[in-house]
């Protein structure tokens, strides 16, 4: 059974094993086609594919989720947490 909606939060925190590596891209190559994906990273995408220790797997992964992909940038200074953190040091 496939989900609708997987999120995977904190992407790229850490650089990925291998075994991490074939798992991500199998699931990418076989099945986010009837899902949604949501990934949030404190990484900008272009840094992704030094987490991956083949280059080439990583862009062809990565291709594969960004085709259809809409990426939202947040600022820094816009974050929740940072906003409230600023409301309760007042």
């Known amino acids: 059974m496939q989900p609708d909606l997987l999120i995977i939060d904190d992407f790229g925190l850490t650089a990925l094993t ?17 899902s949604s994906i ?4 404190n ?3 272009q840094d992704w594919v030094a987490l991956f220790p083949d280059p080439v797997m990583a862009n062809s992964a990565l291709d594969r989720l960004s085709r ?6 947040v600022d820094e200074e816009d974050t929740y947490r940072r906003k409230l953190n600023a409301r309760n040091n007042k």
């Open 38 to 41: 949501v990934m949030t990273s």
């Open 43 to 45: 990484r900008p995408p």
């Open 68 to 73: 259809q992909a809409h990426h939202i940038m």
């Open 18 to 34: 291998p075994i991490q590596v074939e798992d991500f891209y199998e699931f990418v190559t076989e099945g986010h086609l009837p």
